[in-house]
């Protein structure tokens, strides 16, 4: 590094994270983003040696890994402002180590990062989330201190500028699930890397889709994704076209797809499992007609003008009939929310319109698709924003009340079980 450079500000990103995800895949962009058009600002990620961010980032002089591992403590500079995904506070790992005057910023990154796990058992939190009565009366009844201190937490985050809302979504679910009353913030969307490519082909083969999936095959995306799979194989038969569907992702939940009986002579499922982001990039290009996903996995197809078809996540099986949507469609950057009434409609046609769109206007859909992301998602956008906010943050962790970070003895079991110091 050009030792008559001054530095300006110091930024570490946490999120330690082995399995490819959206988070620490965006928050390694970001950081190559501002390390390369920033050369005064200094760049530490703090990650497993082989964790997502790790193995995604370039190092250079003034980007540099701080090595995460399990039951050891590890701390950023203390001159640094250290970004994390926003995170329940007594929930942060003990290995982590936050200095007194070092300066935090949260990024709302999910509808429940805020959301707190009343019942130490996984399934039963399951049925209270998606029971707000429920959900409502034991949080009241029984954690009301509980509540008091997220509030609290959250009210001191955005007194000193050091909280931030992907979109309206997670700013509306903190609202609900806390009992607060937020009326506007401003949104830090994610980002996406804008690509030199676009999809060479700017039509489809006659009578052949092919779709795919992108993303975990986790607790909250599983549903939608059975949904959708089993939606395009009936329509495929209906309409007599050929349609395959690659699933790109990994996860728990993964064994629920093969349990499926979908293949048929028009309809074939397809699961490739994960891939790397360039093994991703270059299947998308070479193969693929329509994106499936939500969050940051949407804009993965966007970015190459590849039409995409915005999903939102749901807890428990869908059985109403669910209204589908195109991303260039979306409002205040939702980029997937949980699924609520008004995403029903009775015997709604949206899946096989979308169809029809594309196959009678594929170019106009790829045009709009491209012209969405450029506008709200590329990333020199987001990191230049990012920048000018993250330097507004007031908040040191010696400001936060120690009672805020207290662990009971569910969460320090539990920290226990996992192995954490």
Not at 36 to 59: E, H, L, T, W
Not at 290 to 298: I, K, N, R
Request: proline content about 3%; aromatic content about 12%.
């Amino acid at each position: 590094m050009n030792k008559s450079i001054k530095l300006e500000i110091k930024i570490c990103f946490y999120f330690p994270y082995h399995d490819v995800s959206g988070v620490p895949m965006m928050f390694a962009r970001i950081a190559n983003e501002i390390a390369v058009s920033n050369k005064s600002i200094q760049i530490y990620i703090i990650d497993y040696a082989d964790g997502v961010m790790a193995r995604n980032v370039v190092y250079k002089d003034n980007l540099n890994l701080l090595t995460f591992i399990d039951g050891v403590t590890i701390s950023p500079p203390e001159d640094c402002i250290l970004v994390m995904q926003t995170i329940l506070p007594y929930s942060i790992r003990p290995e982590l180590k936050i200095l007194s005057k070092t300066k935090i910023v949260f990024w709302t990154l999910h509808p429940d990062n805020l959301v707190p796990n009343i019942l130490p058992l996984s399934f039963l939190n399951e049925i209270i989330h998606n029971n707000f009565f429920i959900y409502k009366l034991i949080l009241k009844g029984t954690s009301i201190i509980l509540l008091d201190r997220l509030k609290l937490f959250v009210e001191l985050c955005l007194d000193n500028n050091a909280i931030w809302f992907m979109d309206k979504t997670n700013l509306d679910n903190t609202n609900k699930r806390l009992f607060l009353n937020i009326q506007s913030v401003e949104y830090l969307p994610v980002p996406a890397l804008q690509s030199d490519q676009i999809k060479l082909s700017k039509d489809l083969k006659k009578n052949y889709i092919h779709f795919c999936w992108i993303g975990r095959l986790c607790d909250f995306k599983i549903y939608i994704l059975l949904y959708t799979i089993q939606k395009l194989s009936l329509i495929a038969n209906k309409l007599n076209i050929e349609i395959d569907y690659s699933i790109i992702g990994d996860g728990e939940h993964k064994r629920m797809l093969y349990d499926l009986n979908v293949n048929n002579s028009n309809f074939k499922l397809n699961i490739l499992g994960s891939l790397t982001p360039s093994q991703v990039d270059l299947f998308l290009i070479k193969n693929v007609d329509v994106v499936t996903a939500m969050g940051t996995s949407a804009l993965e197809g966007a970015k190459f003008g590849i039409p995409t078809i915005l999903l939102d996540f749901n807890y428990s099986k869908i059985i109403n009939d669910y209204k589908f949507r195109w991303l260039f469609t979306t409002l205040d950057y939702d980029l997937g929310h949980e699924i609520k009434n008004t995403d029903y409609e009775i015997n709604n046609t949206t899946l096989e319109n979308i169809i029809f769109q594309l196959i009678n206007n594929y170019d106009k859909i790829s045009n709009q698709t491209l012209y969405y992301f450029k506008n709200n998602h590329d990333i020199s956008t987001i990191a230049t924003m990012f920048i000018k906010r993250v330097q507004k943050t007031k908040l040191t962790f010696d400001k936060i009340p120690k009672f805020i970070l207290f662990k009971n003895i569910f969460r320090r079991t539990y920290e226990t079980i996992k192995g954490y110091r």
